[in-house]
């Protein structure tokens, strides 16, 4: 088994190349540094309309991990792992601060207008609708996760098995937020599989 990948830091290329799930860890805590290099990272991830609805809890405590595991059917990398990343969608808070999400080199006025637009436009929406299209947006910044991650050595192993209210509940979050993922995160202890892919004919056309 090699790991040497994780005193060097890949190009994307190499950290999507080397990135596979990974389900059994190192019991290694994740230093403090390492994890904010990876959210300087994801922070970067593009949304529509900026909304950056994205937010994240790094659960290390064991009680809390053991409550996540219970919450995702007993999978054991997340009791396994020294963390694990709860990823989370707020829209609600989005819509509360809309101008936080403008981009300062816009004019004042047309940032305010833009700011009534957007809310204009999402004031017809459910909370449901709303979080279910956050959550879309979430799974960008997993992406980012995963390959920044990667790019520093580290196994991740994203999860959609689970019971999102229990995890809310785990983590006393707001019931309205989405969460699209959970995320175990630390120094590989296997392999995990090789990849199984479509060839690029199958999944691209040119017109
Ligand atoms: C959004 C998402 C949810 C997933 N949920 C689970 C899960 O709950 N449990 C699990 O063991 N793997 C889960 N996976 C892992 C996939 O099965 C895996 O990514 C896929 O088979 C490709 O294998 P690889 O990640 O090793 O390349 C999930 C992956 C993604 C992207």
């Not at 540094?33 to 990876?38: F, H, Q, S, V």
């Not at 991830?45 to 909304?51: D, E, G, T």
């Amino acid at each position: 088994m090699s790991f040497e990948t994780e005193t060097q830091t890949l190009d994307v290329a190499a950290a999507a190349a080397a990135r596979r799930s990974i389900r059994v860890y190192r019991q290694e805590p994740i230093p403090r540094e390492d994890l904010e290099r990876i959210f300087e990272i994801v922070r970067l991830a593009p949304s529509a309309f900026n909304v950056q609805p994205w937010r994240f809890v790094v659960v290390t405590d064991p009680e809390l991990k053991a409550k996540l595991g219970a919450a995702a059917n007993g999978q054991k990398q997340v009791t396994g792992a020294p963390a694990v990343i709860v990823l989370y969608t707020d829209m609600k808070q989005v819509l509360d601060n809309v101008d936080d999400i403008m981009h300062p080199g816009i004019p004042a006025d047309k940032r305010a207008a833009g700011a009534a637009g957007f809310r204009e436009s999402w004031s017809q929406k459910t909370d449901a609708e709303r979080e279910q299209w956050g959550a879309s947006q979430g799974y960008i910044a997993l992406g980012y996760l995963l390959l920044a991650a990667s790019s520093l050595g580290y196994g991740t192993s994203p999860m959609l098995g689970f019971d999102p209210a229990k995890v809310k509940a785990a983590l006393g979050l707001p019931s309205h937020v989405a969460v699209p993922a959970l995320v175990a995160i630390g120094r590989p202890d296997e392999e995990g599989f090789t990849h199984h892919r479509h060839p690029v004919d199958r999944i691209v056309a040119y017109r």
